[in-house]
Every structure is written in C-alpha cells, then in structure tokens.
C-alpha cells in the first residue's frame, strides 16, 4: 500500500505478515504506468517488480482496483473521513463543515466530525454544535488535543481500516495525530490572530499506523471546495433530507416549488442547501456553454445526472436569490479564512 507521495517517489508498505524481508520500499513508476499517466495515489494497493532488498528500492508495476478516491484531500481506498473542526481558533462554520461533508457524501465516503479545541469552548457552545451537527445525520466526537479530553474514546472508534484527515488549515488535523500517535511528532503551526487561520503547515498526504491497526493519513488543510453535483443529487446529500418522507413531487429540486415538503419542512440546513443548490445550477450551466473537452466531459456527467437538460434553463429565474445569497456567504468565506488552496 501506498503510505506518501514525494515528487516522484512512492513510500510503499509490503503487506505485514508477507514474509517480505524489509517493511517498506522506495518506488517509482514502470515506465508503462508513467506513459498511460495512470495516477498513483496515497492509499492505492499496488504491485512491485525489480525489487532491490537491499537498498530499499523498487518498482510499481500496476495499481489495483480500487474501491474509492476522495479527489480532496487526495486519497484512495479510504473508510472514512474524519472532517476536523475546531470549536473556537478558527471559529465553527457550520457553512464550510457542509461544504465537506457534501463532497464526501458525493463520494459515497462514510464521515465522522471531529470537533477540536474543546478547551477553548464553553460547554454550551460545545453542546450546541455537537447538537447541531447531530441534527444533520453525522456523528460527532469532540476532544482536546491539549488537555486529551476524548482522545482515547476516539483512538477507541477507530478500528482497523484506513481513515484520513480533512479539514480547514490550523483547526488541529496533525495535533490530532500527533495525540493518537505520541512518537509521531508532526510539525504543527499556529494560527494567524489576525485571521484566524491555519498557515498551511502540513504539505503532503501522508498515512500512519496506529497501534490498533488503522491507518490514518494525515493531510493539508483546505477550505476552497466546489460543489459540482447534478442539482437533482444534491438532496440526497443531506442525510436528513433522506430521512423526510420523500417529496410529493416527483424531480423537485425542494427550492421554491409550491408545496413542497422538504422546503415546508423548517430543517435547519435549507438554507445551506438552497446556497449549494444555487452552485450546482450555475456549474452545470457553465458546463453546457463550454466546449472543452474536459468539461464537455463533466458537463456530460451533470446531465445525464440530472435529468433532461431543459430543466436547467428553467429554474434560472427560480434561483435568483439563493444565487444573491451564495454570493454574498463567498464574500463572507473569503473574508474570515480562505486561504490559499492545495
Ligand atoms: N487550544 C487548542 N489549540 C490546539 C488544539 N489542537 C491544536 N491546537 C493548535 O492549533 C494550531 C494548528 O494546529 P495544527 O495541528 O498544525 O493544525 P492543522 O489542521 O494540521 O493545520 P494544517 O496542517 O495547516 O492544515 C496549533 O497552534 C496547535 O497548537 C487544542 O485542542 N486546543
Ligand atoms: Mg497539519
Ligand atoms: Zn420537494
């Protein structure tokens, strides 16, 4: 398995208990792989040819199926993702915890919110959020890596399987680690107090294993994160939406059609979902009017996801004001902590 990425070097783990004489090796790619440029990525299961025992060194000769790919953070074959948010420093946003979760959701990825610097947080802020993104359909597990609070109640959660990281930069992802893995010491960087915001300080991708087995991979901090599913997914997206007796209307998109139940529904989150919504109308449109090749490509996806492409054009009027809304909530993000991307 594929434990990091460094240029064009792959650190490889021989599965344990192959008999291999050494644990780890130092790959590049067969040429084949390089020319088809099949992407090799953290997570994958691999073969190795032309092994060199002795200096460590080898090949990757095929990259084996896999069964899942988060696009961000970069990773294959993981269970499940643990979206790390802080309490306070940088301040929740429960905006941008949608915006992940909906990602790994199209991804058909499980998710667990980590809430971090408990410490800083009242416990009424604390239960306010935990109820909060309990409401949406997820689990929650909120710990200190400062003081340890929850840590072995989470280190307890984590069976074996292959788990990564996703979060804003600076919430704690490598403290995290760093507290489920004590001889790890991972660089960990402050938080700017002007902005507060992380500074980027983890740069790659990379997985460790813990004493019960798992892996974890810890990964740079994000907060630039698109929502291109086909309008007519996006519900879906939104476990609690899932779990309202379905619409009356069939291929409703639950924006501002009359009488419908979702809409009527006074769940807390619509008004995230009319923002993201908003999103996925405007990018599908986009995709239909350019002609790339790559995006004509996408742009097929979105339609045959969403249906016939007469709806789109429709529900321009529709959206109008969620459009208005998203924007404005971008130039919010934009002013409280987007920082550069990866
Ligand atoms: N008060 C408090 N601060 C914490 C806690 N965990 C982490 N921090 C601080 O938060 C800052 C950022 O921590 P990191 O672990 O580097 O954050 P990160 O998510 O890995 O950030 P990137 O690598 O940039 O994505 C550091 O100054 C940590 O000391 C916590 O539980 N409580
Ligand atoms: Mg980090
Ligand atoms: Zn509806």
Same mark, same amino acid.
């Given at each position: ?77 993981? +269970? !499940? ?14 905006? $941008?915890? @949608?915006?992940? &979760? *909906? ?89 700017? +107090? !002007? ?14 294993? $813990?004493? @019960?087995?798992? &892996? *974890? ?108 809304? @998203? ?16």
């Amino acid at each position: 398995m594929v434990l990091a990425q460094e240029a064009n070097y792959y650190r490889v783990r021989l599965d344990p208990g192959a008999g291999a004489p050494v644990d780890l090796l130092l790959c590049t790619r067969r040429a084949r792989l390089m020319k088809t440029k099949q992407p090799v990525y953290v997570g994958d299961r691999v073969l190795v040819t032309e092994v060199d025992w002795q200096g460590g060194r080898a090949a990757i000769s095929e990259v084996l199926p896999r069964q899942s790919l988060l696009v961000k953070p970069p990773i294959a074959n993981c +269970n !499940k993702v643990l979206v790390v948010f802080a309490l306070l420093e940088p301040a929740f946003d429960p905006v $941008l915890l @949608s915006r992940f &979760l *909906v990602c790994i959701e199209t991804e058909h990825l499980k998710a667990l919110v980590c809430l971090n610097k408990s410490d800083r947080a009242t416990s009424a802020l604390r239960l306010a959020v935990e109820l909060r993104v309990r409401g949406w359909g997820y689990g929650v597990c909120t710990v200190s890596t400062r003081t340890q609070d929850g840590i072995d109640e989470l280190a307890q959660s984590l069976d074996q399987g292959t788990f990564v990281l996703a979060g804003p930069s600076g919430v704690g992802k490598s403290s995290l680690l760093n507290a489920l893995h004590p001889g790890l010491k991972l660089r960990v960087g402050a938080v700017s +107090n !002007k902005l507060g915001r992380g500074k980027h300080t983890t740069r790659h991708v990379e997985l460790f294993a $813990l004493e @019960s087995g798992a &892996l *974890v991979a810890d990964a740079p901090g994000f907060s630039q994160l698109d929502i291109t599913c086909p309008p007519r997914d996006l519900a879906g997206y939104f476990p609690e939406f899932r779990s309202l007796s379905a619409c009356q209307f069939r291929d409703c998109l639950h924006g501002e059609e009359p009488g419908c139940m979702v809409r009527q529904s006074g769940l807390e989150r619509y008004e995230i979902y009319l923002t993201f919504l908003a999103e996925t109308i405007a990018h599908a449109r986009i995709l239909q009017r350019t002609g790339d090749p790559e995006e004509t490509l996408k742009a097929h996806r979105q339609v045959r996801g969403a249906g016939e492409k007469s709806t789109i054009p429709r529900l321009d009027a529709n959206y109008r004001k969620p459009s208005r809304r @998203s924007q404005r909530q971008q130039i919010e993000r934009d002013g409280t902590g987007t920082e550069e991307d990866d």
